[in-house]
């Protein structure tokens, strides 16, 4: 779950720290988040990582997969996601919610079942009816971090762009860590796929996954922002049916542990529904940011140089690969953005120019008409162009 953002960020450089404003937004188009059961105890978790990164990020760019682990050093306590939806009475672990809405699917011999959570077999189809739908509402986050002091600020606001109905509304924050090995005490991941099957990333690995260098905890949320670390989030002062424009915002702060890696930060901005039971809570729309890059200090005041050193970060994955390229980053803000590829002999293979859409570009790129081989694509936005190399190889 390897989510690259790129932020923009106006900084001012210090004697002892390094001060950076950031801003990200969703732009008028729907983001899904993905919350994930999971616990280094759970030999069938390495499967729904590689389900998330296989198959449904590649498929659906704009989706924002956390964890919320069970039972190990990085549970929250209390564990109120995993027990409100995974644990008794939900699909076990590994399972996850879809914008915490009520999906129902055929369970064969358990019957068909209507929940909010549900196993790793539906994840991608339950993403997919999300990822089609036109948002309510627009979410923007302006973040700072310290470098000296490691705090991060964060405001959160929500706006109307389509009548919501009925709320009440509430906005909330996590902040999230990635790449936490498994090789230390108490993180070892167990594995279930040591003999089958032989698709597994993790076939053939024992359990737990060893050496533990070759796991990472990804997209691990380490604080709930609210008040009380609610996962229910601080309540929205919008009107009980707010109209078209209204808007609200929520401030917060949080200082990063020394046991934590900054650039492997990121923070996750939600408005959410809060209505009387767990089924009617769900996820409107959804946005993140990287705080290793609200820290950068670009050499140039020009707008085109700072913009070249967001677009430079743009990810290309799965690299090398086979039918579909997705490209992904956050841009310096909202712009229309064009993807150029050439091969290897300077021949035009691929143009394509997509409209400003939110902060977070994500595109899926068909290699059907390009043979094996190794390509460059320019990627170009708001007046700067970086290249990037990737390989097709089937």
Not at 75 to 96: E, K, M, Q, R, V
Not at 142 to 152: G, K, L, N
Not at 297 to 306: I, K, L, M, Q
Request: charged fraction near 15%; glycine fraction near 10%; hydrophobic fraction near 35%.
């Amino acid at each position: 779950m390897k989510l690259k953002s790129i932020l923009l960020a106006l900084s001012v450089a210090a004697t002892a720290s390094v001060y950076a404003q950031s801003e990200v937004s969703t732009g008028g188009q729907k983001y899904v988040l993905l919350e994930e059961g999971t616990g280094c105890w759970c030999g069938y978790c390495p499967d729904g990582s590689q389900r998330i990164q296989q198959t449904i990020e590649p498929s659906y760019p704009r989706m924002i997969p956390i964890a919320f682990h069970n039972g190990d050093p990085m549970a929250l306590s209390p564990d109120d996601f995993n027990n409100t939806y995974i644990g008794s009475g939900g699909p076990g672990w590994p399972g996850a919610t879809v914008d915490r809405t009520v999906f129902t699917h055929d369970y064969g011999s358990s019957g068909i079942k209507t929940m909010v959570g549900h196993n790793r077999g539906f994840w991608n189809t339950d993403v997919g009816v999300q990822y089609a739908l036109a948002p309510k509402f627009d979410v923007r986050m302006i973040s700072t971090y310290d470098t000296a002091t490691r705090v991060v600020k964060v405001k959160v606001t929500a706006k109307v762009l389509a009548a919501p109905g009925a709320g009440p509304w509430r906005i909330n924050a996590y902040i999230v860590e990635d790449s936490i090995s498994s090789d230390s005490v108490g993180y070892e991941q167990d594995n279930y796929m040591t003999s089958s099957p032989s698709t597994s990333w993790y076939y053939g690995y024992p359990s737990p996954i060893s050496p533990g260098s070759r796991y990472a905890h990804m997209g691990v949320v380490r604080k709930i922002l609210a008040a009380g670390g609610s996962m229910w989030g601080d309540t929205a002062a919008f009107a009980a049916s707010p109209a078209i424009g209204d808007s609200i915002s929520r401030n917060y702060t949080y200082t990063i542990p020394a046991t934590s890696f900054s650039k492997y930060v990121r923070v996750v901005g939600v408005i959410q529904k809060y209505g009387a039971t767990k089924e009617d809570r769900a996820v409107q729309n959804t946005i993140m940011a990287r705080v290793r890059l609200m820290q950068k200090v670009y050499p140039s005041s020009s707008s085109v140089a700072s913009n070249v050193k967001v677009i430079e970060e743009m990810e290309l994955f799965p690299n090398p690969a086979k039918n579909v390229l997705t490209v992904r980053g956050m841009l310096e803000h909202p712009a229309e953005v064009n993807l150029t590829v050439f091969d290897a002999l300077g021949r035009q293979v691929f143009n394509q120019s997509y409209p400003a859409g939110g902060s977070l570009f994500a595109e899926n790129v068909g290699l059907d008409q390009m043979s094996n081989g190794i390509y460059f694509m320019n990627i170009t936005s708001d007046g700067a162009t970086v290249t990037k190399q990737f390989i097709v190889n089937r």
